[in-house]
């Protein structure tokens, strides 16, 4: 008698633990992140697996740990949306299936917009992003004379996890940038942030690719003629670091002292406006040889009209104008 219930407890105990290991349990709503460190042991990942309801017992986890001594668990951040085994969840630990986000950076984008758009996304705080963005050690070699990052955040799509804290994507941002610089500028450039200043000017002026090298040597002919390179991507981020942008340029904007303002200013601005993409820096690494000095939009926007004279150019303003007004009718 003794015997059988002895059984019978034997085979309750081990129904017991295959269902604690084999039922497939979901204790969230809709879905929940797990983030499991570097150094981790298993008690601690599957108490936290536990917290978030992902398995119903941590120890279970243990035993499955026991049963599988040879898999080698990784860190990282683990999404779960769905009711699974606890095999299932250890299975994928083991896997290494880390959650991913995607997040993008536009060509042209500067620190303001990026730190926005960061965290419309839900990824960081505006604040969070511009510290990082005002922490030049990431660059300090390549740009010393540098007062942000702005300019060598490289615009691409990252994978980033909620953990991802603002410097940890400023050096990838940065780091992406060094990439593509080895790349195009293949040797020594006497001063990198002037020509990452140039090729973001050119990056706000026109996204016409072929247009490109021709707006860097408009700039690069105007600069050697000593002219004010009158720029209106300069005058509106001088408003945007005055805090005082309004969405559209105003004669304040253009009288401004601000030594972003390339109307008042001669020369180059003291750093890059935006950051630039792979074809605007190769643009001002190598701008076309042209005698032009002036460019406007075409009629109907999009392309620009380049001239090597002030009757030309004056020509190309007045037909830009027909062509607006043309269009309010």
């Known amino acids: ?69 040879g898999a080698k668990l990784q860190a990282g951040e683990y999404r779960f949306a769905k009711d699974a085994s606890v095999g299932d969840v250890f299975g994928r630990i083991a896997r290494g299936d880390i959650y991913y986000f995607d997040f993008t950076a536009p060509e042209g984008s500067n620190i303001f917009d990026i730190a926005r758009l960061l ?14 963005a005002f922490d030049t050690a990431p660059i300090r070699d390549l740009a010393p004379g540098a007062q942000t990052l702005e300019g060598f955040l490289f615009p691409s799509t990252y994978r980033l996890t909620h953990s991802t804290t603002a410097p940890q994507l ?36 026109t996204g016409v690719a072929e247009e490109r090298p021709l707006v860097a040597s408009v700039f690069t002919n105007r600069l050697a003629k000593g002219m004010r390179l009158e ?59 042209t005698d032009f000095l002036y460019f406007v939009a075409k009629p109907g926007g999009g392309s620009h009209q380049f001239s090597a004279t002030l009757a030309e150019h004056q020509k190309a303003v007045q037909a830009y104008r027909r062509g607006a007004q043309h269009k309010a009718l």
């Open 170 to 205: 400023a050096r990838m941002m940065t780091g992406e940038f060094r990439k593509e610089w080895a790349r195009l500028a293949k040797g020594p450039v006497a001063d990198p942030r002037r020509t990452v200043t140039l090729a973001s000017l050119v990056e706000k002026e």
């Open 1 to 69: 008698m003794k015997k059988g219930i002895a059984a019978g407890a034997l085979v309750a105990v081990a129904g017991f633990l295959a269902w604690a290991l084999l039922a497939p349990y979901r204790g969230f709503a809709d879905e929940t992140f797990v983030q499991i460190p570097h150094g981790a042991g298993s008690s601690a990942m599957g108490e936290a697996l536990q917290r978030a309801g992902v398995i119903r017992y941590s120890w279970a986890f243990l035993v499955e740990r026991t049963l599988r001594p």
């Open 119 to 132: 965290e419309e996304k839900g990824v960081m705080t505006s604040a969070e992003f511009l510290e990082a």
């Open 231 to 289: 720029c209106d991507p300069t005058t509106i981020y001088a408003a945007l670091l005055d805090n005082r942008y309004r969405g559209k340029i105003h004669k304040s904007d253009l009288a401004s002292a601000n030594p972003y303002n390339t109307y008042q200013n001669a020369g180059l601005p003291p750093g890059p406006i935006a950051n630039p993409g792979a074809a605007s820096l190769e643009a001002a690494l190598a701008p076309a040889e």
